[in-house]
């Protein structure tokens, strides 16, 4: 069975502090990887993906997040927050086989200023 | 703008009521799915819709019946709900199987109070 874990409900930060919101996931065949974003009263929109390759993946506003496959990790990381961050953030996995997206149970991010 | 357009935004019913969610892409996705979101819960998978097919069913009332007339549209017609179902409703879609786009677009959601 798969399973998406996302440890922490809440992370409270300070402005231009960094932040590491964990993501571990759980599947007996390969998976695509992704960190999504939602905004109040909002859909959810793509941050970043890990399809293949480098294992390091950057979104275009600063995000990272890096596939870590021994740990089945994909923890999402800005060295820098803004005020502008603050939302929710969910890792989500995809089975390279199937349309099925199974999602972890989201992460509130709050920037202080 | 994701490409997935969701109408209505809002709705509030009552429980005798009978609604529909519609759901519309042009981004020449083939799969198409219903989520709901509540609060304090985790994103919960409701329908998957392969190439207008349903492929999963994810032990949904009955209160909730899907229809996909064509690979661009999606529904979701209500009722007898109850309170319990007020939620925030997403449609999402993707390209099926493997590749470099498949990620999944979702729409604003309809935010769905009933009453």
């Known amino acids: 069975a798969q399973s998406v874990t996302q440890l922490d409900s809440q992370v409270p930060v300070f402005e231009e502090a960094p932040v590491e919101l964990r993501c571990n996931y759980s599947?007996?065949?390969?998976?695509?990887l992704f960190w999504y974003v939602q905004y109040p009263n909002q859909g959810l929109q793509l941050l970043l993906k890990?399809?293949?390759?480098?294992?390091l993946v950057e979104s275009i506003n600063g995000f990272e997040a890096e596939f870590n496959k021994s740990q089945t990790s994909f923890h999402l990381r800005k060295p820098s927050v803004h005020i502008s961050d603050t939302a929710e953030y969910f890792c989500?996995?995809?089975?390279?086989?199937?349309?099925?997206?199974?999602f972890g149970s989201g992460t509130k991010l709050n920037v202080k200023p | 703008e994701t490409g997935v357009t969701q109408t209505p935004r809002h709705l509030v019913m009552g429980m005798t009521n009978k609604k529909s969610l519609k759901c519309e892409q042009h981004?020449?996705?083939?799969?198409m799915y219903w989520y709901k979101q509540s609060a304090k819960k985790p994103l919960e998978l409701m329908f998957v819709?392969?190439?207008?097919?349903?492929?999963e069913n994810n032990s949904v009332p009955s209160r909730f019946s899907p229809e996909c007339p064509n690979s661009s549209h999606l529904f979701l017609h209500l009722h007898t709900l109850q309170p319990e179902d007020s939620a925030l409703y997403l449609c999402a879609s993707s390209h099926p199987g493997q590749g470099l786009n498949t990620e999944a677009f979702f729409g604003q959601g309809t935010r769905l109070t009933v009453v």
């Open positions: 981004l020449g996705h083939n799969a």
């Open positions: 819709y392969n190439f207008k097919e349903q492929t």
């Open positions: 989500a996995v995809k089975l390279y086989n199937f349309n099925k997206f199974y």
């Open positions: 599947s007996s065949v390969s998976v695509y």
């Open positions: 890990y399809l293949s390759g480098s294992t």
